[in-house]
């Protein structure tokens, strides 16, 4: 049963998307199906999640072909966890949905092409075979060309193109890093990689190889040399997409570097984590200085994503328990805060009138005072407000960061934290205390009673996430600990996967300073 | 769409001999090289030839059916035969055989399907321009 559990985050939404496509030309069960099949992914998230909190890491062979050779689908902590957040994203986002995405677009297929991309957000969460992890990244790059460029304005192919460009080099960039890997230790199993990695004679091509994986994984997450694309992309598309896309993929991007990173190549760490540090914390500052320094609020919110990938990957660099554990917690609440600030901004580009520059804002609490108070939540989060979520994830990695003595990482995330309040402060200024420049063009009371609760129900789902993480901190912080713990020594996952305790070579972190193993 | 005689009767003739032909090298897949995927661009190729010989509408009649809609079904049946091996409680997609016959069979008449199901959507919407 658990077996067929962990597969579940895969066959779920791909059945869904099947079940979709055979339903081309009947929008309204696409609706219901692209729904109901979300909220299966809901339930089985949470009990995955469960069960690896209660019996440990869960691994199953596919087609039962034994483990280094067939390919295992593994849930551990952090998989289980990022499926379960993701899932809820998927929900919400397709609730929205239902309210947003215009005919056009309907039967262009955005329901079934949606649910492709949640199974290849979820497979690359849930694989334990590095080849196979390619193949979840192309599933979901190829759905999300599909996705950002559905509806055919001139903006959305211009962006697309750039979109599609930058993701080639990325992926030509994993591919030959896989391949390189696997020449050197004829494996592709994650599990066994890091039992073969530390094994290898010349580490010094392992380094060259974990840099290739660096900027592969750095720039699907918008690390710091390689976040252009991102600003340039993800305000084009439908509001639904920009959400999720701001949401998940650049964290499927940063969860992939946590596994590599923690898993396969914890030889060489003052090397590669070294380079990792380097660019997280120039990543954090120029994302909050981009997300200052524009003038509409669709842009401002990409330069965040980008600013806080940042954060995150200073927890994977500083690489002790606690920080993989407030890496971890940053990027469940940082997945909830931008999937909402994104459906938010595009509410508010409804009643502005089809644009989100701050001359066109304004007026927010006259026309719509609960929708303030509803985008006050996120607002608040990201700004790292107490009782929110943000405070307690910028609390972690602080503590972290000074506990390993990193203070001028913990001073650059102070200043980014700083510098976001002012932001937030601006954006609150521009959108709702300003007199509007025009009267409000479309507010949500013309708009049909369920359509309009679809729009708004998710904002209020998230932003009570928000919020019960920030009043009762201590169940996800339980949890994240688990997660950092389990990426810490990842003997654990190594077992559940072969089966055996492969003893001769240490996988912890930091453990090989002596340089080759036998 | 071309408008030339000799493509059109060639094709009268070349489309019933490349869909058995796919269906060849479908059923070859199972122990020798071929299968699903090959096979399904011979299938789609024939269709397409039809297109380009008589237009994407006589194609869309002869098929009756969506591209988009076999695509689905495809994959539907690709993933269904991977639960059969919960009855004797093995894990998705493992094989199950009876006597010679076995799942992967299924499985390749998915991918088959999604196949032809897929570049039929594709030469349909690129042909589609020039023609309506």
């Not at chain 1, 039967?107 to 390619?134: E, K, S, W």
């Not at chain 2, 699903?36 to 024939?46: W, Y």
């Not at chain 2, 094989?95 to 999604?114: E, K, R, S």
């Amino acid at each position: 049963m658990n077996a067929w559990l962990t597969a579940a985050p895969i066959l779920i939404p791909m059945f869904t998307a099947a079940l979709c496509m055979v339903a081309w030309k009947y929008p309204v069960a696409q609706r219901v199906l692209s729904l109901l099949g979300s909220l299966a992914l809901v339930i089985v998230g949470g009990s995955l999640l469960s069960i690896v909190l209660d019996q440990g890491i869960q691994v199953v062979q596919m087609g039962s072909w034994a483990a280094p050779f067939g390919i295992s689908l593994v849930a551990d902590p952090l998989s289980a966890l990022m499926i379960l957040i993701a899932a809820l994203m998927g929900f919400c986002v397709a609730l929205h949905a239902l309210g947003d995405i215009d005919p056009v677009r309907e039967r262009g297929g955005h329901h079934p092409i949606f649910q492709v991309l949640m199974t290849g957000v979820c497979g690359a969460f849930v694989t334990g075979d590095l080849f196979n992890l390619y193949v979840w990244f192309e599933v979901m790059l190829i759905s999300s060309f599909v996705l950002l460029s559905l509806g055919g304005l001139r903006e959305q192919i211009d962006a697309a193109i750039k979109y599609v460009c930058i993701n080639m080099v990325a992926t030509a960039c994993l591919l030959l890093a896989v391949a390189l890997l696997y020449g050197v230790t004829g494996t592709l199993n994650m599990a066994d990689l890091s039992v073969r990695v530390p094994a290898v004679p010349s580490q010094p091509v392992i380094s060259a190889i974990a840099v290739l994986f660096i900027i592969a994984f750095g720039m699907k997450a918008a690390l710091f040399p390689f976040f252009f694309w991102l600003p340039a992309t993800y305000h084009t598309p439908s509001v639904s997409v920009q959400a999720i896309f701001a949401g998940l993929l650049t964290k499927v991007g940063v969860y992939a570097l946590i596994r590599v990173f923690t898993l396969i190549f914890t030889g060489d760490t003052e090397w590669t984590h070294g380079i990792l540090m380097v660019m997280a914390g120039i990543t954090m500052i120029v994302g909050v200085l981009g997300s200052l320094a524009a003038r509409d609020l669709n842009r401002a919110w990409s330069w965040q994503v980008v600013a806080h990938i940042g954060s995150m990957v200073m927890g994977l660099a500083i690489a002790t328990p606690l920080a993989l554990a407030a890496a971890a917690f940053y990027m469940v609440h940082d997945i909830v805060v931008k999937t909402n600030l994104f459906l938010g901004a595009g509410l508010v580009r409804r009643m502005a009138g089809g644009s989100t520059d701050y001359a066109r804002l304004g007026g927010l609490f006259k026309s719509a005072p609960w929708l303030c108070l509803l985008l006050f939540v996120p607002l608040g989060s990201l700004a790292g407000f107490p009782p929110l979520s943000g405070f307690w994830g910028k609390l972690l990695l602080v503590r972290a960061g000074l506990d390993a003595q990193h203070y001028v990482m913990v001073g650059l995330l102070l200043l980014t934290g700083l510098l976001t309040i002012w932001l937030v402060g601006r954006v609150w200024a521009e959108m709702v205390w300003k007199a509007p420049a025009e009267p409000p063009a479309d507010t949500l009371s013309s708009l049909p009673f369920a359509r309009s609760y679809a729009l708004v129900m998710p904002l209020l789902l998230l932003s009570l996430i928000t919020v019960s993480i920030g009043l009762q901190p201590e169940r996800l912080i339980n949890v994240a600990g688990q997660v950092g713990e389990s990426l810490y020594d990842t003997s654990a996952y190594v077992q559940a996967v072969l089966g055996t305790t492969p003893a001769p070579q240490p996988t912890q972190l930091g453990a090989l300073e002596t340089g080759a193993a036998p | 769409m071309m408008d030339s005689l000799i493509l059109r009767t060639g094709v009268r003739l070349l489309l019933p001999l490349m869909l058995l032909f796919s269906v060849f090298i479908l059923w070859r897949g199972h122990n020798e090289p071929g299968g699903g995927f090959v096979g399904g661009l011979i299938c789609a190729v024939g269709f397409a030839l039809h297109a380009l010989a008589f237009g994407v509408k006589a194609m869309r009649e002869m098929l009756k059916v969506d591209p988009r809609s076999i695509l689905g079904t495809g994959l539907l049946i690709g993933i269904l035969p991977g639960f059969l091996g919960a009855f004797s409680g093995e894990p998705y997609m493992t094989a199950q055989w009876l006597g010679a016959l076995g799942t992967p069979v299924l499985f390749d008449i998915g991918v088959y399907l999604v196949v032809v199901g897929a570049i039929l959507a594709m030469v349909q919407t690129l042909m589609a321009e020039g023609d309506e």
